[in-house]
């Protein structure tokens, strides 16, 4: 059995950011293979994963997508031997000052994002936080040194290494979305021991922090008759108000909106409810934020479904997550794959399943 709190370690320790995938994708890799029947990159570095269903071809397929994509920063500039950096996806300058991390140049490196004295700021930032321009990485190196081995262009990923709290909970960086990675895994882990008819195909979307590449591109190549976006969502805590708060190890989140198929949220909110899933009403109005946004209008267009993992502290170092709600993801996943019979499209119905109860 899958030791989750070791496998979310070694995805977070890993870099990977947008468009620099190649390291994570290659541990996901090795995770998934005795799970499924066959594995491959796509043209644009998502993973795909197919396990087969028990039906006779041609069978139906449904896909799960986790975006293995971490956000994090970017060589712009050297100037002194000290390091200018810009964002890879949303990072809250707030947050990095003081910050430990990894610089992989011509060799990896270790640095700390540092700020100058407020003493020596602007009067109109000397007690404000100070916005990503002024901030430097320090690596401890000469001038010439840092020249010859770091570049314009190289990335940057957070280095404070996983923490485990209590109450089975995980602190660190790239939680959004490795911690959806993870229940995908538990899924195909679990669909060893169940019979399904479907194929199910897991992947592992690239850049979705920042163009939802992978997910406009891996549908259209699977041609998937059913689409779930997994991904992580606010977890109430300190200064989160109730919406768009949910509570921290209740279950997660399913999608309610433009998004969303309506009978495909229905029938996960009745499978959870019968299988004594605690799970959570998540209102998306407009885009729910997820590979579900490119994944719903590919082709002539995929009914689809955004399933959250509640997360605290989104898009910093700190990320923190219950090891359970993980699970139960995992497990309402492989279930409703269960229960996916060969007829199960023509039941699927928009205007009649479109009441939200």
């Keep these: 059995m899958m030791d989750l709190t070791a496998f979310l370690k070694e995805l977070m320790s890993l870099p990977g950011l947008s468009a620099y995938e190649d390291p994570v994708r290659e541990l996901i890799k090795q995770r998934w293979e005795p799970f499924v029947d066959a594995t491959y990159v796509s043209k644009l570095g998502s993973l795909h994963a197919l396990r087969r269903g028990k039906a006779a071809e041609p069978r139906k397929r449904i896909l799960l997508a986790g975006h293995m994509d971490a956000i994090g920063l970017m060589v712009t500039g050297i100037k002194d031997g000290f390091i200018r950096f810009?964002?890879?996806g949303g990072v809250d300058y707030r947050i990095l000052p003081g910050q430990r991390v990894v610089i992989y140049g011509r060799e990896v490196l270790p640095g700390v994002i540092i700020q100058p004295s407020p003493r020596l700021l602007p009067p109109d930032l000397a007690d404000k936080p100070v916005p990503m321009a002024r901030l430097w990485i320090d690596t401890g190196l000469e001038p010439s040194e840092v020249n010859q081995k770091v570049r314009v262009g190289d990335i940057i990923m957070f280095a404070q290494a996983p923490i485990e709290l209590g109450n089975k909970a995980l602190s660190g960086h790239s939680l959004d979305d490795r911690a959806a990675i993870a229940a995908i895994s538990v899924c195909l882990e679990e669909l060893q021991h169940v019979s399904h008819a479907w194929d199910v195909w897991a992947v592992a979307t690239v850049q979705e922090e920042e163009t939802l590449g992978g997910a406009m591109t891996s549908p259209f190549e699977i041609q998937p008759n059913l689409a779930i976006a997994v991904d992580v969502t606010f977890a109430k805590g300190p200064g989160v108000s109730e919406y768009p708060g949910f509570a921290w190890d209740k279950g997660p989140t399913l999608g309610w909106g433009p998004n969303i198929h309506p009978a495909l949220h229905k029938a996960f909110k009745e499978l959870a409810e019968k299988l004594d899933i605690p799970c959570q009403v998540e209102v998306m109005p407009r885009h729910s934020g997820t590979d579900a946004?490119?994944?719903?209008?590919?082709?002539?267009?995929?009914?689809?479904?955004?399933?959250?993992?509640?997360?605290?502290?989104?898009?910093?170092?700190?990320?923190?997550?219950?090891?359970k709600d993980i699970e139960r993801t995992g497990h309402l996943l492989a279930q409703f794959i269960a229960h996916l019979d060969p007829e199960y499209m023509p039941k699927f119905d928009w205007e009649e399943d479109n009441e939200h109860k």
């Excluded at 898009?315 to 219950?322: N, S, W």
């Design 86 to 88: 810009t964002e890879i």
């Design 293 to 323: 946004i490119a994944m719903q209008v590919t082709a002539e267009g995929i009914p689809c479904l955004v399933v959250g993992i509640p997360l605290r502290y989104m898009h910093t170092p700190v990320e923190t997550v219950i090891l």
